[in-house]
């Protein structure tokens, strides 16, 4: 199995930034894919960003595209989250998650493992 720890998360002004972490552990030497989700009070689980086991590949929800960048380094077994332009309705909890059977997986029940969720306050 795969543990993921979120970090990073924290109370940022209206366009400030913050650069999320998600430290992976166990078997990390199989590759898998990566993803962000995030998830209001009252609202459903979102898909925020995925990335594939090599960083080659991304995709953004249209919500946050320009805005966000994701990425990993293999060799820390860890994945970012880079948030910039923040804004209030970005505010929720963001969770990490991995895929080992879907190369670029968008959705929540594509996603075998997730991490805790980190705490993301954007306040104006």
């Known amino acids: 199995q795969v543990q993921l720890v979120e970090s990073g998360g924290g109370l940022v002004q209206a366009g400030g930034s913050l650069r999320l972490s998600c430290a992976a552990s166990?078997?990390?030497?199989?590759?898998?894919?990566m993803g962000w989700f995030r998830q209001a009070p009252g609202k459903e689980r979102e898909f925020v960003a995925a990335?594939?086991?090599?960083?080659?590949?991304?995709y953004y929800a249209d919500s946050v595209k320009g805005r966000f960048t994701i990425s990993r380094d293999n060799a820390k077994n860890t994945m970012y989250l880079q948030m910039n332009s923040l804004k209030p309705e970005d505010t929720a909890v963001y969770y990490c998650?991995?895929?080992?059977?879907?190369?670029?997986?968008?959705?929540?029940?594509?996603?075998?493992?997730w991490g805790q969720g980190t705490q993301v306050t954007v306040s104006s």
């Open positions: 990335i594939n086991w090599s960083g080659g590949s991304t």
């Open positions: 998650a991995a895929d080992m059977t879907i190369a670029t997986p968008k959705k929540v029940y594509e996603y075998d493992y």
């Open positions: 166990g078997r990390t030497f199989i590759k898998y894919a």
